[in-house]
């Protein structure tokens, strides 16, 4: 199941993971990235999550549906999760298919993720 | 298909995108001003996107429908979508005949689609 190159990278910066999916994932591949991800929020106590979807030409109703666990989950586990980098074609294919990432915010890219997930901390603390 | 005079102007301001419909479009104008509109968030990295439909003055089901997708496939690119403009016997025909434009915003006019665009900014960041 784990062989080949990582299909995903959870990278830590700061109190932000930044997991880049880096093809697409099968089902179980989809759910086993969900556990890592959910994993590593209690271990390096993270309060904000960007999933980077840039390299997927496709989003199904599965991937769609496990990326909202996902934020709900981290949710429950005090982190902001913001999907980035959703390709223009990507994008038209869901809305046709009326998927959506219901209350999940979303960003252009890494840096506008980031920049998210800053002004959001600004927002709670103001000297943070 | 693209002779005469623009049938959609699209002006950016800031990290703003203002697309003025100028004339009533048919079906496949519309969709290709909806491929246009969601190419150019990528390209100028637009976080709002204001519509201005004040020189409709019919929105027919087909186009409320792809106005409602160009605010959702804005969203998962990281824009926000305001529609504005919309005239009072066309909020009349469209409230008459059952159709709305669900969850996007809309605003009287283009100085109101910007001011709750900015108002929605000064809620993201204190000093942006």
Same mark, same amino acid.
């Given at each position: 199941m784990n062989s080949g190159p990582a299909l995903v990278s959870i990278l830590r910066q700061g109190d932000t993971l930044v997991a880049s999916v880096h093809t697409a994932l099968d089902d179980s591949e989809m759910v086993r990235f969900q556990h890592d991800l959910v994993r590593q929020i209690g271990e390096h106590r993270a309060r904000g999550i960007i999933i980077d979807? %840039? %390299?997927?030409?496709v989003i199904d109703s599965f991937a769609s549906r496990t990326l909202r666990s996902i934020a709900d989950i981290a949710r429950l586990r005090g982190a902001v999760t913001v999907i980035v980098g959703i390709q223009p074609d990507v994008a038209f294919a869901m809305v046709c298919l009326g998927m959506d990432m219901g209350e999940v915010p979303t960003a252009l890219d890494l840096e506008e993720g980031l920049a998210y997930l800053s002004r959001l901390r600004g927002l709670g603390s103001s000297h943070g």
């Open positions: 979807v %840039a %390299a997927l030409d």
